[in-house]
């Protein structure tokens, strides 16, 4: 029971290649409990020789129903496999939120426009923004082709005119700009919606 709730969960993970999904796995293990239609009775009718001859699994999904078949070393293959598959969720998912990839998530965009927006933000919080602005400069805009940053305020300010080519030194030059802006600057009620638009002017923005 385990085994196939594990599969299950698995199954919305992409895993079917790998033929973990329940269906996969079930058809692996045992074979499907038929029906077949009976005229005389006028309704289809399930076999009944394989009652208490074999476990049974009924699929929550469509009522249909297993006979499990298989010898305990196939189970336990297939339980070291799903362990192993689970364990890689972890690291996966672990990887997808630490550092920069916990604020900002993953970018897979090639060319992006970071917009700052620090509002009325307090001395420590603008400093604390910029700390994650400048780590996930280094961490995965680095790994991207171009970028551009544009900070919201009533005189909008650009890094540069255009998207710029990504390498370790635009990368340290965005940095570096970012930690030279001044913590307060005048605002206005439009200033957030007319950076974006700014953003989006350039045509080879894809997010």
């Known amino acids: 029971q385990s085994l196939v709730s594990s599969s299950k969960w698995l199954q919305h993970y ?8 329940l269906s996969q796995i079930l058809s692996q293990i045992g074979f499907q409990h038929r029906k077949d239609y009976v005229t005389t ?8 020789y394989a009652d208490g ?12 129903v297993y006979n499990l078949t298989a010898k305990k070393e196939l189970i336990l293959h297939f339980v070291d496999c799903l362990i192993g598959a689970i364990e890689l969720y972890k ?11 916990q ?10 426009v970071i917009v700052l927006d620090f509002g009325t933000a307090a001395p420590t919080e603008f ?6 602005l400048s780590m996930v400069l280094v961490e995965q805009v680095i790994q991207i082709s171009r970028f551009n940053l544009i900070r919201a305020a009533q005189d909008l300010m650009k890094w540069q005119q255009k998207c710029t080519p990504v390498s370790e ?10 930690w030279k802006l001044d913590h307060m ?13 700014e953003a989006m002017g350039d045509e080879v923005v894809s997010s």
């Not at 690291?91 to 990839?101: A, G, K, V, Y």
């Not at 400093?127 to 994650?132: E, H, I, T, Y």
């Not at 600057?185 to 638009?197: N, Q």
Request: net charge positive.
């Open 41 to 48: 009775l006028g309704k289809p009718v399930a076999s009944r």
């Open 91 to 101: 690291q996966r998912m672990e990887w997808l939120t630490s550092d920069s990839r």
């Open 169 to 178: 030194r635009t990368v340290k030059s965005a940095v570096t700009w970012l």
């Open 103 to 112: 604020i900002f998530g993953v970018i897979q965009e090639q060319c992006i």
């Open 185 to 197: 600057t005048a605002v206005s009620h439009t200033s957030s919606a007319e950076a974006l638009l």
């Open 127 to 132: 400093d604390l923004c910029r700390d994650a």
């Open 14 to 21: 992409g895993l079917k290649r790998n033929k973990l999904s």
């Open 53 to 64: 001859l074999f476990p049974q699994y009924k699929r929550a999904q469509d009522g249909s």
